[in-house]
């Protein structure tokens, strides 16, 4: 069995920065993997552990920068790794969610998995769409929102937990091959080790232009782009406390007092 | 061609709150289209439905009945053929778990863009412009689409409901499902989070998220809700990493709560959790980052690391910090 993971490479804002343009900019901006597909991976990983025969391949489309955060991807047990990158995608003004799916497609088209794990979402730019798209554009089957998974790879089931809102789970049962979308929860992601480290190394990690996928240019043309982007007016009326620890506390407690949180 | 079609959401037999609220934010968009507003609702009860969702400005409602629950593959054709009918320019769906399920397909197979988890539309200016959020809340961008055609996602709770009663034609859809493309089987339901404590019946919670670092380090937001005599809570990741039970987490997928006093303590204020604690009276933030999105939120705030703040907070009422 073999099961691919789409794995991204995400910005994180800090907690001072400046915009420039139609993004951040890039100094106050610090990369890290997308903490949905930590679980994607370790999910992978673990089905590997239990199983004979199962090969993890994770895919990224990013450029060179990212072979860090999927060096920490091999490291935690995935076997071998590929990386989307060329000129014609760095020039891409947005990848909109259509063009991620088409480039990933030509991936799984090209790799045959019986399972592909995304994130539920990447929380840089929070489409929460890619899975679902690429499903339907290589005619897999798919679940959103999946926290908990019991594999009938024999039966070519997976037996799935979609967790909807306010606390109900659905309980769905999904025919392979298939994508599903990993939420936060579904498991306890490793530490990479540092045996894992070293051996990641080693591993295989092919970088794949467009061409090779048999892909042109005009996967990247898309409608959709950006045209701002501003920090949003503060609604906040907060009274905000000065002073040291001490004061800000002091003032909290009179609050809490006069809230009669706490008597005296 | 100028009308917008959007789809209600039901689950277990009641509609959704965000079916009322696409109703007004489709509305919007229809009168600045000049077009008319068709809603569809698939599966269940659809004819108690349309009576339901006959509220006002909805000029259409197409009840399509296939299936009692929620399943994408039965959607997915469903809204594709009668997208084809209606002949819209706008397809709205809300943007929950099960519109997140089987949007990005519907607009895959109809070829159109797709822009998920609006929090505004318009196309005032021609194209449609969607404002949506990036980089955990912190920033607003606005999406441009330059097609015709386009799937948006609509934000929960962003759009008020449309509450007064409609006069819009009831129409029966008879959609063509083919069943082999149906692949996936609703088997059950199953509620999760109950427990010891109910935190939704708490005046006062004190909260606690990622910023606390450590499991080991929950001792100390413990000591502050024993000294306060509140209840303890906290946002996902703190019951992702197992440290608190799923009865403890505020949010989307945990419990909406609505105490006197809300205490977020490294809680960042991401949407999920904002949407499980906007109704608290007085809310207290405590947080490093002046940029945080629970700033927007909360009455009164603290900017300081909490490991500072916290323990001060014991000793003010008596009781003993841990650290
Ligand atoms: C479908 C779906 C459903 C979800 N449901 C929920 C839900 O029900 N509930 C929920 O909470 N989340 C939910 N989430 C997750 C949500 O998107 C966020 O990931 C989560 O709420 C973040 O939790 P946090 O604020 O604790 O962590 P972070 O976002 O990491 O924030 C930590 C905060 O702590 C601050 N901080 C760090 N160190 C310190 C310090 N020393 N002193 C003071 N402050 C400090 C930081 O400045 C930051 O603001 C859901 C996500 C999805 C996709």
């Known amino acids: ?264 | 061609m100028s009308d917008v079609l959007a789809v209600a959401e039901h689950r277990r037999g009641d509609l959704r709150d965000a079916s009322f609220e696409v109703v007004t934010a489709g509305r919007e968009l229809a009168d600045e289209q000049g077009g008319d507003l068709h809603l569809a609702v698939v599966g269940g009860d659809v004819d108690g439905f349309a009576e339901e969702l006959n509220r006002e400005g909805v000029d259409v409602v197409h009840t399509v009945a296939e299936g009692e629950e929620f399943n994408h593959d039965v959607y997915v054709q469903v809204v594709e053929q009668l997208y084809a009918q209606v002949a819209p320019t706008t397809l709205l769906i809300p943007n929950t778990v099960n519109g997140l399920d089987y949007a990005p397909a519907v607009a895959e197979r109809l070829g159109v863009p797709v822009v998920t988890d609006a929090i505004g539309v318009s196309r005032a200016n021609g194209s449609m412009e969607v404002t949506r959020e990036m980089y955990g809340s912190k920033v607003e961008t606005t999406v441009e689409v330059d097609a015709d055609e386009v799937v948006v996602t609509t934000r929960p709770a962003e759009w008020p409901q449309t509450e007064s009663e409609g006069s819009a034609d009831v129409q029966a859809f008879d959609a063509d499902v083919d069943e082999s493309a149906v692949r996936s089987t609703v088997t059950g339901f199953e509620e999760v989070g109950g427990g010891d404590v109910d935190i939704s019946e708490a005046d006062v919670l004190v909260s606690v998220g990622r910023g606390i670092d450590e499991e080991e380090n929950l001792e100390l937001v413990e000591a502050l809700a024993d000294t306060l005599g509140a209840t303890l809570s906290s946002s996902r990741p703190i019951v992702d990493a197992g440290w608190l039970p799923k009865n403890r987490q505020v949010g989307q997928s945990g419990k909406v709560v609505t105490p006197k006093v809300y205490i977020a303590i490294g809680i960042s204020g991401a949407v999920q959790h904002v949407a499980g604690m906007k109704g608290s009276d007085t809310i207290v933030a405590i947080n490093t980052d002046p940029n945080a999105p629970i700033m927007d939120l909360a009455d009164y705030a603290i900017v300081d690391d909490l490991f500072d703040v916290v323990p001060e907070l014991i000793e003010e009422f008596g009781g003993e910090s841990p650290v």
């Open chain 1, 1 to 264: 069995m073999k099961i691919l993971v789409t794995v991204k490479e995400v910005a994180e804002a800090e907690d001072d920065f400046e915009i420039d343009g139609l993004d951040i900019d890039e100094r106050y901006l610090e990369y890290d993997l997308n903490e949905w597909d930590d679980y994607a991976v370790e999910e992978a990983v673990q089905i590997a552990e239990d199983g004979d025969d199962v090969e993890v391949v994770s895919v990224t489309v990013g450029p060179e920068r990212s072979e860090e955060t999927i060096r920490m991807a091999l490291a935690k047990g995935v076997d071998r790794a590929i990386r989307v990158w060329d000129d014609t995608l760095a020039g891409a003004e947005m990848l909109d969610v259509g063009a991620k799916a088409d480039v990933l497609a030509s991936v799984v088209e090209a790799e045959e998995p019986d399972l592909v794990f995304t994130g539920v979402q990447a929380n840089d730019d929070a489409f929460g769409a890619t899975g679902v798209a690429l499903a339907d554009t290589v005619g897999f089957e798919w679940a959103a929102v999946v926290n908990a998974l019991d594999l009938d790879a024999e039966g070519g089931v997976a037996h799935v937990h979609r967790e909807l809102e306010g606390g109900v789970e659905e309980l769905t049962d999904v025919q392979l091959p298939a994508v599903l979308t990993i939420q936060t929860g579904i498991n306890e992601p490793r530490y990479a080790s540092l045996r894992g480290i070293r051996q990641a190394q080693r591993k295989e990690l092919d970088v794949q232009g467009l061409d090779d996928l048999g892909l042109d240019a005009s996967v990247v043309e898309t409608p959709v782009r950006r045209t701002a982007m501003y920090e949003p007016e503060s609604e906040g009326d907060a009274t905000v406390y000065e002073g040291s620890a001490e004061e800000t506390a002091g003032q909290l407690a009179d609050l809490l007092r006069d809230k009669g949180v706490v008597e005296g």
